[in-house]
């Protein structure tokens, strides 16, 4: 859509020409199966398949062995989530997970809840943050899997993912860390963070949808997860189905182009700043959520107070922006993200998140604070809420 301006690239990015043109090739020359190594066109294809997999792994600093491609984060949740709770029940059925994870893992604890798991659910105070001490107390000898995210996808909010994965490995616990939010954006050194198990998504970080990957670490006591689609012998029989080759060289290029294009990043951080402090300025009663965490620098959620955000959106239409996450849009239910942040319901429907990418331009930012600051005087004084507070009555 011309003039679109996107700040919706949390829920989704576009893919960069680099990764469109390393992807190409694959629908059209090197088009073989890389499992037909019968043939030079299949041996050429697991070639890069193989060389994908050293790309990856060398930019996330651990090994090729322990990268399985999947087809994204969602999948990969599914599979180590309910692959430590499949095999580990004889250590216990205890996981902990925090109250603000993406849907994908807090709907699979559910449904492993009624396969007999116990689940705590930490809490999370105002700005979105756990207590480490409570994590650590809560963690029992029943405890087989920690699952913490590492940046939320609805308030860019950051969890110590060093301090919790060195955590889990003193108290001889699985840290599983959903890092679809993180990588692409703020480097990761998994020789260095002992994180046991994680996801990421390529199209979150300008790569294809439809894939992404499962990192198992390679330990002494190896980590016992079995295939959750189960198929031909693909991944080492790790996760059955053809390779989606196109999109795992997509993947690869664009996990080396976001690692290269790091100093962008900055610009990205100051341009959310700005947003931020101009909106701050020219909207009365508006509130950062989470604004005194940690945060990814390129996600701001806004509660702009006594104007209901889906009449926000619909008054403005040339700026991609959303209510929350992209996997529960049309929910009717207040953000589960914000709720367990304390934030009140009503405020809840009041709110929206904006998330930039290396693209979005100060003219863009500048443009939206524009639209912004007339649909909200718009909303507001059609809002009865606004008039009721107007008025000093509530
Ligand atoms: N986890 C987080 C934090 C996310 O933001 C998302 C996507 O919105 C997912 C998991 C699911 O990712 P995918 O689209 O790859 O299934």
Request: glycine content about 6%; aromatic content about 6%; charged content about 25%.
């Amino acid at each position: 859509m011309k003039d679109l301006i996107y700040l919706d690239n949390n829920a989704t990015t576009k893919v960069d020409p680099r990764v469109r043109g390393a992807m190409l090739p694959f629908f059209e020359e090197a088009y073989a199966n890389p499992q037909s190594t019968q043939y030079a066109l299949g041996r050429e294809a697991n070639r890069h398949l193989e060389e994908s997999r050293e790309t990856i792994a060398a930019l996330l600093h651990g090994h090729a062995s322990e990268i399985t491609f999947t087809s994204g984060a969602t999948e990969t949740i599914n599979m180590a989530l309910k692959g430590v709770f499949q095999n580990y029940q004889t250590k216990g059925k205890h996981i902990i997970t925090v109250k603000t994870e993406h849907k994908a893992t807090l709907l699979t604890l559910y449904y492993l809840e009624k396969a007999g798991a116990k689940v705590t659910y930490l809490p999370v105070n105002i700005d979105g943050s756990i207590s480490l001490d409570e994590l650590t107390e809560s963690i029992t000898d029943e405890t087989i899997l920690v699952s913490i995210m590492a940046a939320n996808n609805e308030t860019g909010v950051l969890h110590p993912i060093q301090e919790i994965a060195e955590i889990c490995q003193q108290k001889n616990t699985l840290f599983f860390c959903d890092a679809t939010q993180w990588v692409g954006k703020l480097p990761l050194n998994l020789k260095e963070m002992p994180i046991d198990m994680l996801c990421l998504s390529s199209h979150k970080h300008h790569g294809p949808k439809g894939v992404g990957l499962f990192y198992k670490r390679e330990k002494s006591q190896p980590i016992q997860i079995p295939p959750l689609i189960i198929g031909g012998q693909q991944e080492n029989g790790m996760r059955g189905g053809t390779h989606n080759m196109a999109s795992i060289v997509g993947m690869a290029k664009a996990l080396e182009l976001s690692v290269k294009e790091e100093p962008l990043h900055k610009k990205t951080e100051k341009l959310r700043d700005y947003f931020e402090e101009a909106l701050l300025e020219k909207i009365p009663h508006i509130v950062i959520n989470g604004k005194n965490a940690k945060r990814i620098f390129n996600t701001t959620n806004i509660t702009f107070k006594y104007a209901r955000a889906s009449q926000i959106i619909i008054e403005s239409p040339q700026i991609a922006m959303s209510t929350g996450s992209a996997c529960v849009t049309g929910s009717r239910d207040p953000s589960h993200v914000l709720r367990a942040m304390g934030v009140e319901e009503e405020d809840c429907f009041c709110s929206l998140r904006f998330s930039l990418s290396k693209w979005t331009t100060r003219q863009e930012v500048e443009e939206a604070i524009r639209i912004l600051e007339k649909s909200l005087h718009k909303v507001r004084s059609e809002s009865p809420l606004w008039s009721l507070f107007r008025d000093g009555i509530i």
